[in-house]
């Protein structure tokens, strides 16, 4: 059975920087990519950043700039750097692994505030 195991949120000051990790457990097949989405209270669950496996990226436009994905796809591991962080990126942020199923991670909190 597969699990993604996501790491790396916390509570952080406005302009500060965070590092999210995600790694699988398990076998997974035909991976075609791997992203960040994130959800916060009261909004529907939106795309941040995600990677195919070919390297191609894209980003929401509200973290372009500021948030840089990255994967080893050799080790299904997929990270998101956040940097410039504001209060209106507090969510829970979710690891995304698409192949021939989705795969969730469970969640990491991440609070931007003074």
């Known amino acids: 059975q597969v699990q993604l195991v996501e790491s790396g949120g916390g509570l952080v000051q406005p302009g500060g920087s965070l590092r999210l990790s995600c790694a699988a457990s398990g076998s997974i097949s035909s991976l075609s990519g791997m992203g960040w989405y994130r959800q916060a209270p009261g909004k529907e669950r939106e795309l941040v950043a995600r990677?195919?496996?070919?390297?191609?990226?894209n980003y929401a436009d509200s973290v372009k700039g500021r948030f840089t994905i990255s994967a080893d796809n050799a080790k299904m591991t997929v990270a998101l750097q956040m940097n410039s962080l504001k209060p209106e990126d507090t969510a829970v942020y979710y690891c995304?692994?698409?192949?021939?199923?989705?795969?969730w991670g469970q969640g990491t909190q991440v609070t931007v505030s003074s």
């Open positions: 995304n692994y698409r192949a021939i199923f989705n795969y």
């Open positions: 990677i195919t496996t070919g390297g191609s990226t």
